[in-house]
């Protein structure tokens, strides 16, 4: 163990007990440090992103259940106050400042860690969902995989950029659009939404918006969107898309909608040789893509999973650079019921962050 931090005995933190019990706030242990194995690590933390992945772990509504009782969290910013004794060639140390995602750790051998995959490894831990996540002040973690923070970016700022920034950022990579290319993004108000229209203009993309209502369209306006359109007002969505481009329609989709219809929409308007990169976790739900434009369309399908530690550390970096700025509020833990009541209505504008210091 080393370790100069005074470390509690207990700690604040929000837990649901059973998929069916509501989550509730109380003291629990915190990891001792002297029990970290090598390779452990334990963050203090300053903050904490929600997210809806959250609220489908404590629900227990996914095809793969969370395990319970659960600390839930993934999108966590705080200081390293531990580490493990004989932990060879750490890359953080003590007092460093990190980010805890999604992914909390994966074996780093297996094939799909070795070709950058690590999200899809078979031994992988993720934060409050099969390991304790982030709605606790202290949180046990990984040095090979908390990323670290770059100097003078905001705590807050980080923690949405963690997962909802990584999310869509990776998703544009990977998407193979380039400068000058038309991407329209369904839901481009919303809170993984606006942020993927950042890292779009970032990345010198043409951005097509598609949301409902005048206060989106002005936030996507403002961020950079080229083009909008209204999806309660259209009267020929597909028709409207493929106006704005041209007539072509956009080289690439980033659908992060929790709906399949989104997805079959997709099919229709990109134009040929287009990309659909399917990036939402409805709990239950089925690509109905039409076989025979796919095919005629020639047009590519890409599932697209958070991000590996790289990709973590491109978004936040472009970030940190003002290129990117996440809309959200800042609340105490004890908000978490109610943000959680938010989410399942969709009543929640933009990311809610937690602060976890006291
Ligand atoms: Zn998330
Ligand atoms: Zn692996």
Known sequence: MSSQYIIPETMKAAVVD?????????????PRPESLKPGECLVKLDCTGVCHTDLHAAKGDWPVPAKTPLIGGHEGVGIVVAIGAH?????????????IKWL????????QCRKGLEQSCPKGKYSGFNIDGTFSQYVLSYVRHVTPIPENFDSAEAASILCAGVTVYRAIKYSNANIGDWICLPGAGGGLGHLAVQYAVAMGLRVLAVDTGVQKKELVKKLGAEAWVDFKETK????DIKAVTG????????????????????????????????????ARASLNADIFWTVT?????????????????????IAARGKVKCFFEYKPLSALKETYEG???????????????N
């Open 343 to 357: 989410l399942e209505k969709g009543a929640v504008v933009g990311r809610i962050v937690l602060d976890m210091k």
């Open 247 to 282: 007539g072509q329609g956009p080289h690439v989709a980033v659908v992060t909608a929790a709906t399949s219809t989104a997805y079959e929409q997709a099919i229709d308007y990109l134009r040929p040789g287009g990309t659909l990169m399917v990036v939402g976790l409805p």
């Open 297 to 317: 369309k020639s047009i590519n399908i890409i599932g697209s999973y958070v991000g590996n530690r790289q990709d973590a550390r491109e978004a936040l970096d």
């Open 104 to 111: 909390a750790d994966s074996c780093l051998d297996c094939e």
């Open 18 to 30: 059973s998929s069916d019990t509501p989550l509730e706030i109380r003291n629990v242990p915190v």
């Open 87 to 99: 932990t060879q060639d750490s890359p953080v140390k003590l007092g460093d400042r990190v980010g």
């Open 236 to 239: 020929d969505l597909v028709a």
